[in-house]
């Protein structure tokens, strides 16, 4: 089982995720999303979040994705 996180480091929300992942040793795949470079508009991103939002954690078959 291994933890998917899309993530952009300078979003405060992201890094709060990360950073509370990292402290509870959650082991997590770091999947970065650059905001700046639209990344989160791509056909790949809006496949996992239509909302077009980080952070989405991903889990198999389970999406947890911003609103």
């Known amino acids: 089982m291994v933890l998917n996180l899309y993530l952009d ?4 929300s992201c ?8 402290r509870n040793q959650i082991t ?3 999947i ?11 056909e790949d991103f ?5 909302f077009m939002k980080v952070p989405v954690l ?3 078959s ?3 994705r911003e609103r």
Request: glycine content about 0%.
């Open 9 to 12: 480091l300078l979003n405060p």
């Open 15 to 22: 890094r709060s995720i990360y950073i509370f992942a990292r």
């Open 28 to 30: 997590f795949e770091m």
């Open 32 to 42: 970065p999303v650059d905001l700046m470079k639209a990344e989160h508009c791509s």
């Open 46 to 50: 809006v496949k996992i979040n239509p």
């Open 58 to 60: 991903t889990d198999e």
């Open 62 to 64: 389970f999406i947890l």
